[in-house]
């Protein structure tokens, strides 16, 4: 079931979907009848961190594009439940309140709401493992699938460097926009711009303001993530065209973690982006816009033959 909300951008109105208990706050860019991409954002950021500009240009090449607060950030429902200590953050293995399969789940009901007979699917860091999820357990809604900055789980590939598990742990800044702004030359590509640095200071207001001031969500997030199963073999099961992008400098997962998902994928494609970190800057948005069109191009191809 889907309602509407109050706009934040023209021509966009937020809306609602319903799965189970959860309500996923969404937008829908373009035209019905073409084809529908789901954009998945990674760990604690709302569907703003998919820049509007990012979605638009999707749009002008020809596809309808929804952006979604994932569960339990944004305007989406938010639960109850621990986050990690410092221990249990160094350890990797914390309580969950809920898996990474819950939120793949999520996603698929989503789809079934606004784009019933599929669609291709792009995930980012966290998004990139949801996204392989839910092709894996919902491939009959799955038309193609673009994973970024991901890994196959299998705790071997695309493990992240001690230096930012450590940094983690440190104290933030106080002013929350800095912080993020911090955390993004920590972890993000190389030679981030002044444009890059403006994104997240536009951004991360609306974000907060968008949170109800309950950020919470990223800790619960995280647990998942320390929970996650091994996805090769089901990984190995898909028969979609599917893009693998990874950024030879990312730090968060390391680019093993890019080689391994597209071995696992029968006819994958690995684009691997000189300089690019754990981040979309926008010096990159080319080569990853390009990379999901040709992708979304060969499955229409494969469906429409």
Avoid at 77 to 92: D, K, N, V
Avoid at 188 to 194: Q, V
């Amino acid at each position: 079931m889907i309602d509407g909300g109050r706009a934040e951008q023209k021509d966009a109105p937020e809306q609602f979907a319903h799965v189970g208990d959860i309500r996923l706050c969404h937008q829908v860019f373009g035209a019905e009848g073409d084809p529908t991409v789901v954009l998945i954002m990674g760990l604690g950021l709302d569907m703003l961190w998919w820049r509007d500009e990012f979605c638009e240009d999707l749009v002008g090449r020809g596809f309808r594009v929804i952006r979604f607060d994932n569960r339990d950030v944004g305007r989406s429902t938010h639960l109850s439940g621990p986050a990690p200590t410092a221990w249990q953050y160094l350890r990797r293995s914390a309580p969950v309140t809920y898996s990474l399969e819950d939120m793949a789940d999520d996603t698929a009901g989503l789809i079934r709401a606004v784009a019933p007979r599929g669609a291709h699917i792009v995930g980012v860091s966290l998004g990139s493992f949801i996204a392989q999820q839910t092709a894996i357990r919902h491939p009959d809604l799955t038309r193609s699938l673009v994973s970024i900055m991901g890994r196959p789980g299998d705790r071997r590939n695309g493990k992240s460097s001690k230096r930012y598990l450590l940094s983690g742990l440190r104290a933030p800044k106080p002013d929350p926009v800095d912080e993020m702004v911090a955390a993004f030359e920590r972890i993000g590509s190389r030679d981030r711009t002044e444009a890059d640095e403006n994104d997240v200071r536009t951004i991360m207001p609306r974000s907060l303001a968008r949170s109800g001031g309950d950020d919470t969500g990223s800790g619960r997030q995280i647990a998942a993530i320390f929970a996650e199963a091994d996805r090769t073999r089901g990984l190995r099961d898909l028969r979609i065209p599917a893009l693998v992008i990874h950024g030879d400098a990312d730090r968060v997962i390391a680019p093993s973690g890019g080689r391994a998902t597209a071995a696992a994928i029968p006819s994958a494609e690995l684009l691997t982006i000189p300089g690019m970190g754990h981040d979309l800057a926008r010096r990159h948005w080319d080569v990853v816009l390009d990379g999901i069109e040709a992708t979304v191009r060969r499955a229409e191809a494969t469906t429409s033959a």
